[in-house]
């Protein structure tokens, strides 16, 4: 399957049009943004690493009965999807307090939650990624209540899976953000990617960071930490 038009492109990934109207192709960058934008760079190697590490995680996550927009690895930077309308949420779940949860709520980071949260935010660039309640989802049409109920039975279930997952290779899932899309016929499925960028992943061990907070807070050893997760998942 060959790329035709581009599409879209994001900040971190490049969607194009191919010959099959029901898919389409995304083209994983090296680009890094953090704080809505504000702060640009790049992570070398980066756009390979979440492909292969996203790629890898979805077709484990369809084993378990997730559907997701994966359909084939076409090189090292792009993959073959079905084509979705993407639902304007970042949906984030949160295993041990960090980040935005840390600040909004004055908990240190690192201290386990006593259950996992789940926590919406309204995909809109000009506002901010608002954080928004089921309520306000439903009120401005972002998704319907019964779309709304199975995003959340999905996302525990990734949750549960991605734990576990990470737990074998002495990674601590601390949080993630995920989106899903809305094919033609309505079916909902996991979209965009689960890498790095989009996780809070910790050493088990030491509690090194090996995610994108190593960009964003200007700790180093950036790219090293994105070898690191490729290295224990693949070897
Ligand atoms: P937060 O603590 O900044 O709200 O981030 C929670 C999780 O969501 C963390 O794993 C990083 C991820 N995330 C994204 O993937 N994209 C974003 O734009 C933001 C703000 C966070």
Redo the contacts with the bound molecule.
């Keep these: 399957m060959e790329k035709l038009e581009q599409m879209y492109e994001g900040k971190a990934k490049k969607v194009f049009s191919c010959s099959d109207p029901n898919l389409c192709i995304v083209s994983y960058k090296d680009d890094a943004t953090a704080f809505n934008g504000k702060k640009k760079g790049t992570i070398v190697g980066k756009g390979i690493v979440n492909n292969k590490m996203s790629n890898y995680l979805m077709s484990l996550l369809e084993k378990e009965g997730v559907p997701t927009h994966f359909v084939e690895e076409l090189s090292e930077r792009d993959t073959l999807v079905k084509r979705v309308k993407i639902v304007p949420l ?1 949906v ?1 779940v949160r295993n041990v307090a ?4 840390s600040k909004r709520f004055g908990v240190a980071e690192g201290t386990k939650l006593l259950a996992p949260t789940l926590e919406f935010c309204y995909k809109c660039d000009e506002l901010d ?1 608002p954080m928004c309640n089921e309520y306000h989802i439903i009120a401005c049409g972002w998704a319907t209540r019964e779309d709304l109920d199975r995003i959340t039975d999905l996302t525990f279930r990734v949750n549960a899976f991605l734990l576990k997952f990470f737990s074998s290779i002495n990674v601590d899932l601390i ?3 995920i989106e899903f899309g809305k094919t033609a016929d309505g079916t909902i499925l996991l979209a965009d990617e689960i890498s790095p ?4 992943l910790w050493d088990a061990t030491t509690h090194e960071k090996l995610d994108k907070d190593r960009f964003r807070r200007d700790l180093g050893n950036v790219e090293g930490a994105y070898l690191e997760m490729m290295k224990r998942i693949f070897g």
């Design positions: 970042e984030i960090a980040g935005s949860f990624d949080d993630f953000k960028d989009t996780c809070r």
